[in-house]
């Protein structure tokens, strides 16, 4: 009989890189210790090669600089990656010896590697391994990666300008004064951020407040320079000149709680011109508020972990188990469709769960020793207990259980529903973000109790918590999709709607011929919005945001 653990690789082999959208973008920060040379007379000239795996096989993605003759490198060049939740993303890390005579790669120059999948580097912030070389340490070496998100992407700032004594530009009446905001990019080109609305016949203007974000502001660097430009309003569109002056997000930055930033305007002509010219007026910064959206990956880095529970369908509909028409035969070569997508959806929640042990429970069969109908027995006949270790310990508590089970019925999911949403209750008393839960359901069929599963959908919307059901064999599962709240939003019996949707439900016979990564990504893409929408829609930050947040370039 062929190993499961066989299939698990199987599985986790044919995951691959595909072209979903992205998430969010990663920047990784390599640094090595103790790494030695196979010439013990000089040090070596280290550079990592950063590798990622699609469809079975090794690709370069980028490489580090060269630190000449240095054991103990730190790399100034970044790794950026596109970060995808849904996917398990291969790494590998390798550490080679490059000479200054050539830049090629040779077996010999080869300095040891590490593997790791980018949900583990996120997910711990900073994980340093051994080098292994042909699979033994590489003497004492090793390898620390940091991972920072790409700062600046979702933040963004208010801004509410005014000025005072502005030059007058008309002769018949004031000036009709607007204020244009320019990003001075890398190559000194200029990108307009802002342009306010013009404020007619005032040479004390005051603009509307503006919101813009941090990326459009600064591409997130803060000392970037930004070049601010008032002009008096013509209609025929001729503009004229009025002042301009100079700033950055981090002078701005100074009028935030009360106080105000001034900044004098410039006509650089008629300061070349006039002797006791002093200004052409002067641009008032009264309010700088930042405001922070936080993003998955802040709640990731910040420690919460993500609760992943099992829950199978042990009805009678899904045929005699030692029968190999039914959906649960447990074949010697070749997993069922209950096992592949339990594999294919945990190989990925696994790398967010510190502990790596997950509850996993049946539902709609009689169970030992009095073999009474059970909705929400443990699989592995531990109720004070029910986790199991790893992915690998659902799998193998899964095939021993089947054949002390008798398969009845009815197909009720709202127990284990409530169940998952009693744990998320208890986590939403800690008002932080630490454990946020995801139950995958496998069934075969139809279920019996609607009403009581949208009751518990609905509650279970106010928690910390996502429902996932992949649907099992051939039945018609059109009932289930009115749980999926995209096409509609769900009502409990009494008309009570879902606060946000949290069921996605996907048939598995729409991937019974794609790879276990194409089922896994679809079922979970949605979880990254879940968790966001949860936590920002009540105001709750990331854990440990003071280490992570100082790491961002914005931090305050």
């Known amino acids: 009989m062929q190993k499961m653990s066989n299939i698990y690789e199987s599985a986790a082999n044919t995951l691959g ?24 007379l000089s040090k070596p000239d280290p550079c990592v090669i950063l590798k990622m795996q699609s469809h079975g096989q090794w690709f370069e993605v980028d490489r580090t600089e060269v630190i000449r003759t240095c054991i103990n490198p730190v790399f100034s060049k970044l790794f950026t990656v596109d970060f995808y939740f849904e996917e398990v993303q291969r790494l ?61 992407n979702d933040d963004y700032v208010e801004l509410s300008f005014s000025a005072r004594k502005l030059d007058d530009k008309d002769f018949f009446s004031k000036s009709d004064p607007f204020l244009e905001i320019f990003r001075v990019n890398d190559d000194a080109t200029q990108q307009l951020v802002h342009r306010t609305e013009v404020v007619m016949n005032n040479l004390n203007p005051a603009w509307k407040t503006f919101k813009v974000s941090v990326n459009s502001l600064c591409s997130g660097d803060q000392d970037r320079r930004l070049k601010c430009i008032v002009w008096d309003w013509d209609s025929n569109g001729k503009h004229d000149f009025i002042g301009e002056f100079s700033s950055t997000f981090k002078e701005m930055r100074g009028a935030m709680e009360g106080r105000q930033v001034q900044w004098e305007c410039i006509n650089p002509k008629y300061k070349a011109k006039k002797k006791n010219y002093k200004n052409s007026g002067i641009v008032i910064l009264n309010q700088c508020k930042i405001h922070k959206m936080h993003s998955f990956l802040d709640y990731i880095m910040g420690g919460c972990q993500i609760q992943f529970t099992v829950a199978i369908d042990f009805t009678a509909s899904n045929g005699d188990p030692r029968n190999s028409c039914s959906l649960h035969y447990i074949h010697p070569y070749q ?35 009095e073999y009474k109908v059970s909705h929400d027995f443990a699989i592995n006949f531990n109720e004070d207990n029910p986790e199991c270790a790893g992915i690998q310990g659902v799998v193998e508590a899964y095939q021993s259980c089947l054949p002390k089970l008798q398969l009845y019925g009815p197909t009720n999911i709202a127990p284990i529903i409530q169940k998952v949403a009693k744990s998320a209750s208890e986590e939403t008393n800690t008002k932080e973000a630490s454990q946020y839960f995801i139950l995958l359901i496998l069934t075969d069929g139809v279920i019996t109790d609607m009403a009581d ?42 008309g009570e709607p879902v606060l946000r949707d949290i069921v996605q439900f996907v048939p598995f016979r729409n991937f019974k011929h794609a790879s276990p990564a194409a089922l896994a990504k679809s079922v979970l893409a949605e979880v990254p919005n879940q968790v966001v929408d949860y936590y920002n829609g009540k105001g709750i930050k990331p854990k440990c945001m003071s280490e992570y947040e100082s790491s961002r370039t914005l931090a305050p």
């Open 92 to 152: 590998r890390f390798e550490v080679h010896d490059i000479s200054s005579n050539h830049n090629g790669l040779k077996e010999a120059d080869f300095l040891g590697g590490m593997e790791c999948t980018l949900g583990q580097i996120v997910s711990q912030r900073k994980l340093s391994k051994s080098l292994l070389k042909h699979g033994n340490t590489a003497g004492k070496s090793s390898i620390t990666v940091i991972a920072e998100e790409l700062s600046g």
């Open 453 to 494: 599963t949208r009751e518990a959908i609905v509650h279970a919307s106010h928690l910390p918590m996502s429902v996932i059901i992949v649907g099992v064999g051939n039945a018609d599962f059109s009932d289930m999709q009115m749980l999926d709240g995209d096409d509609g939003i769900l009502r409990s019996p009494r």
């Open 17 to 40: 890189i595909f072209n979903s959208p992205c998430l969010t973008k990663v920047e990784l920060r390599v640094a090595c210790k103790g790494i030695s040379d196979r010439d013990a």
């Open 335 to 369: 997993p069922n469709e209950y096992l592949k997508a339990l594999v294919a959806v945990g190989e990925i929640c696994q790398d967010y769960d510190s502990d790596k042990m997950f509850p996993a429970f049946g539902f709609g069969a009689r169970i030992p020793p």
